[in-house]
């Protein structure tokens, strides 16, 4: 079973730089690629970076990119997201998910994750 758990959320002023973790357990963690979308109340869940199955393609939504890096640690299971800069706007909830099929680059499309974790909250104070 395929399991997925978040931390290193928590609330910071803007300006601040939050590492958020995702330590992955259940099927060989390197053979997936991995994602960060967010969600806030009302809304759909946002794409925020993806890292292909061996971390040589990243991918950026253009509201994060220069200030957030996703990365991976195939020796820990674990992929990270690096979040600098950061904007009240930037408040969600930030989940890590799993693709369903090996060896990809990457996708901005939620519905191609197939495994996702609890969640994490962000908040971002002005």
């Known amino acids: 079973q395929v399991q997925l758990v978040e931390s290193g959320g928590g609330l910071v002023q803007a300006g601040g730089s939050l590492r958020l973790s995702c330590a992955a357990s259940?099927?060989?963690?390197?053979?997936?690629?991995m994602g960060w979308f967010r969600q806030t109340p009302g809304k759909e869940r946002e794409f925020v970076a993806a890292?292909?199955?061996?971390?040589?393609?990243?991918i950026y939504a253009d509201s994060v990119k220069g200030r957030f890096t996703i990365s991976r640690d195939n020796a820990k299971n674990t992929v990270y997201l690096q979040m600098n800069t950061l904007k009240p706007e930037d408040t969600a909830v930030y989940y890590c998910?799993?693709?369903?099929?090996?060896?990809?680059?990457?996708?901005?499309?939620?519905?191609?994750?197939?495994?996702w974790g609890q969640g994490t909250q962000v908040t971002v104070s002005s």
């Open positions: 890292i292909s199955w061996n971390g040589g393609m990243t």
């Open positions: 998910a799993t693709t369903f099929q090996a060896y990809g680059l990457g996708t901005r499309d939620p519905r191609r994750y197939g495994y």
């Open positions: 259940g099927r060989t963690f390197s053979m997936y690629p």
